[in-house]
C-alpha cells in the first residue's frame, strides 16, 4: 500500500509533532496527503492545503496540496487583503514586512490553484503561504511552472503538489521582522494515476529565465539534500528510494 494517508491518521502516526489546529479536518477539496516532513515540529493543516511554518525565516518551509482536475477554474475572485496566519502560534509574520521591500509577496500555494470556491481563494491570501519573490520571478518563470502544474493536473486527472523556498542561514532579509529571501524554490509534484507512482522536482534559482522547464528539473534526493526535508517518508523504502534518485522527465509532458 502507498503512503496516502489522512489527516486523522497523521495524527495517530506524528503525536510528536505540534498540529496547531487540531480541530480540523481535512476535507474533500484537500483528499489525502503524502505529507513531508517538517524540520520545524509546526505543522498546520488549513481546509485547502497544509504548511510547516519555520519561524527563523518566517514563512513555510513547506506548502503541501493536493490540486485535482476539479480543482482547475477561471472564476476570477474579488482579491482579498493579505491577513496573518493566526494559527501559526509562534507567530506568523505581518504582510507589513513586504512594504516597500521590492520583493511581491509570493504564493507558495498559489491563487490560481484555488479559485474552485472564494474560501479557498482566499486561504491562500494568509501570511503563513507567502514568501518574498523579484517580480520578474513571480510573474515570470515561476508563474510558467505554475501553470505547467495546472495542466499536469489536468492531463493526470490530479496531482499532490509540494512547494517552498529553499532556506538556511545567512540569506537576505527584510522588514522589521527579518523575513528571509530563499535564493532559490523548489516544487515537487508527485502523479498516482492508477496507482503508478510518478515524480517530478524542480529547483529554480531567484532569478528570471528564459530556459525552458525541463532544464529545472532535479532529483527529489537533490532537493532533499538542499533542505533537510524528508518528501515522501510514508512511501515503502524501495518505492520512495528509486522516485526519489531519478531526475528523469520523460514519463512527463512538456
Known sequence: MIGIYSYD????????TEIVNEGATLKENTNEYFLPTSTTNQIIHH????????????QAEW??????????????????????DNAVKTGAAHWRNYKK?????????????RRFTQEAHDETFLTSNISPQEHKFNAGVWNRLEQKVRY????????????????????????DEDVSVPNQFYKIILDNTNGKIKVLAFIVNHEDSDLPLYKFVVSVDEVEALTGIDFFPE??????NKLEASSSYKSWSF
Do not use: M, Q
Not at 481546509?47 to 518566517?58: F, Q, T, V
Not at 482536475?69 to 472564476?75: D, N
Open 9 to 16: 491518521y497523521f495524527l495517530e502516526s506524528n503525536a510528536k
Open 47 to 58: 481546509k485547502n492545503y497544509s504548511l510547516s511554518y519555520s519561524e527563523p525565516h518566517e
Open 63 to 84: 506548502v503541501a496540496y493536493e490540486l485535482k482536475a476539479s480543482h482547475i477554474s477561471s472564476i476570477n475572485h474579488k482579491r482579498p487583503y493579505f491577513e496573518i
Open 101 to 113: 521591500s521590492g520583493y511581491d509577496k509570493g504564493h507558495l500555494c498559489p491563487a490560481g490553484d
Open 152 to 175: 499536469w493536473a489536468k492531463k493526470n486527472d490530479g496531482i499532490f503538489v509540494v512547494t517552498g523556498g529553499v532556506l538556511k542561514n545567512g540569506l537576505k532579509t527584510i522588514g
Open 235 to 240: 512511501l515503502e523504502d524501495s518505492i520512495e
